[in-house]
């Protein structure tokens, strides 16, 4: 004996279901514990995917992304302009920025008359999908190459990367600089 029920779903469609009265095979879930077992067994001897970290350093993926990094160029400023390409092309809208002018003096830290005071990321929200890295038209975001993980914290503010722990180290940008004019 079956008997037809209307349900409605959370988007308003409506779907039949049907209730229909179970075996006595079914009643007894012998057929499904079986099945669930035979599944079992087939997992114990598979080769394990486990990976004993840090004893064991898993391979990273040639595609690998990394940690975000603003650029610095050659003479050690930022590349940043805080056009907002980057924020704009975010699907998750991790990315945040202020604009402020350059002020006199300040031409041996920033490239442009515009630079960004405040950049931000919530690494939390990021899904670290390179799409700020390819909007952006000055090449002054990128993902790392480097096998760099985001750390642990425990504090929720701890996940918010503000410049000073994405802005390039200047020795890495002059290191750059060298290794670009020696080839």
């Known amino acids: 004996m079956s008997t037809a029920i209307q349900s409605i779903s959370l988007s ?15 009643r007894l879930y012998l057929i499904a514990i079986i099945k669930g077992l035979i599944i079992t067994i087939k997992h114990l001897f598979r080769k394990k995917i486990t990976v004993q970290y840090p004893e064991q350093v898993r391979q990273f993926s040639p595609v690998y992304r990394g940690r975000h990094m603003l650029k610095r160029d050659e003479q050690g400023r930022e590349n940043c302009t805080a056009c907002g390409l980057c924020a704009l092309s975010c699907p998750a809208e991790a990315i945040t920025m202020k604009a402020a ?30 799409l700020c890295e390819e909007a952006c038209p000055k090449d002054a975001i990128y993902l790392t190459i480097s096998k760099e993980l985001v750390p642990a914290n425990y504090d929720r503010e701890d996940f918010i990367f503000g410049k000073d722990k994405l802005v390039m180290p200047l020795e890495m940008a002059i290191k750059n600089a060298q290794l670009k004019n020696a080839n």
Do not use: D, P
């Open 101 to 130: 002018e350059r002020k006199k003096g300040e031409e041996h830290l920033y490239r442009e008359e515009k630079y960004a005071e405040i950049y931000e990321i919530n690494m939390l929200r990021c899904i670290f999908c390179g």
């Open 12 to 26: 308003g469609k409506k779907k039949e279901v049907s209730k229909k009265e179970m075996t006595f095979l079914e």
